[in-house]
Antibody, heavy 120, light 107 residues
Framework: QVQLVESGGGVVQPGRSLRLSCAVSGFTFSSHAMHWVRQAPGKGLEWVALIAYDGSNEFYVGSVKGRFTISRDNSENTLYLQMNSLRPEDTAIYYC?????????????WGQGTLVTVSS | DIQMTQSPSSLSQSVGDRVTITCRASQSISSYLNWYQQKPGKAPELLISAASSLQSGVPSRFSGSGSGTDFTLTISSLQPEDFATYYCQQSYSTPITFGQGTRLEIK
């Protein structure tokens, strides 16, 4: 079955960096676009970033452009999110999510999330 | 960016009730509309894609309809396990956007 397991969350000071990882199994990782979606405590869902199946294209929400970088290692079945210049408003649970085939914009499976807290 | 607006933001219903949640897009998104269910402390789960396509394993009491800018999620007869928060999401273009969520509570 599809499994997505995030790691790398924690408490970090404003302005610092953090890298999240997502180890996947149960599907052909190299054939699917992948997403990161976040959810601030008690709030709704916010899409963060998308990477094409082969890493050739990346898309970001405006609030993280220039600070966050999504990447993937298809040989290791792992998705990453490099987060730089972190701000308190980046505090959230970060979910790794798999895209279905097609446009790659439909999310069909989610990991359980990893909590990132940005605080001094 | 395409704005997604759900209504109501919350509702209190009883087991067995019929429930309708609406989602409106700020521009036409054809049928690129999906519904997710999220229970407390859990990740979201995909219920319906392409406005009306029920995902495998989702009970038939869930249904979706609409196209263009106006969409609905209907639960025909609420069951105890349906009390959760529901989100619509457009997959028409990036940035992908979600509605603000509808919290369904037990009356």
């Amino acid at each position: 079955q599809v499994q997505l397991v995030e790691s790398g969350g924690g408490v970090v000071q404003p302005g610092r960096s953090l890298r999240l990882s997502c180890a996947v199994s149960g599907f052909t990782f190299s054939s699917h676009a992948m997403h990161w979606v976040r959810q601030a405590p008690g709030k709704g869902l916010e899409w963060v970033a998308l990477i094409a199946y082969d890493g050739s294209n990346e898309f970001y929400v405006g609030s993280v452009k220039g600070r966050f970088t999504i990447s993937r290692d298809n040989s290791e079945n792992t998705l990453y999110l490099q987060m730089n210049s972190l701000r308190p408003e980046d505090t959230a649970i970060y979910y790794c999510a798999k895209a279905s085939r097609g446009t790659g914009l439909l999310i069909d499976y989610w990991g359980q999330g990893t909590l990132v807290t940005v605080s001094s | 960016d395409i704005q997604m607006t759900q209504s109501p933001s919350s509702l209190s219903q009883s087991v067995g009730d019929r429930v309708t949640i609406t989602c409106r897009a700020s521009q036409s998104i054809s049928s690129y509309l999906n519904w997710y269910q999220q229970k407390p402390g859990k990740a979201p789960e995909l219920l319906i894609s392409a406005a009306s396509s029920l995902q495998s394993g989702v009970p038939s009491r869930f249904s979706g309809s609409g196209s263009g800018t106006d969409f609905t999620l209907t639960i025909s007869s609420l069951q105890p396990e349906d009390f959760a928060t529901y989100y619509c999401q457009q997959s028409y273009s990036t940035p992908i956007t979600f509605g603000q969520g509808t919290r369904l509570e037990i009356k």
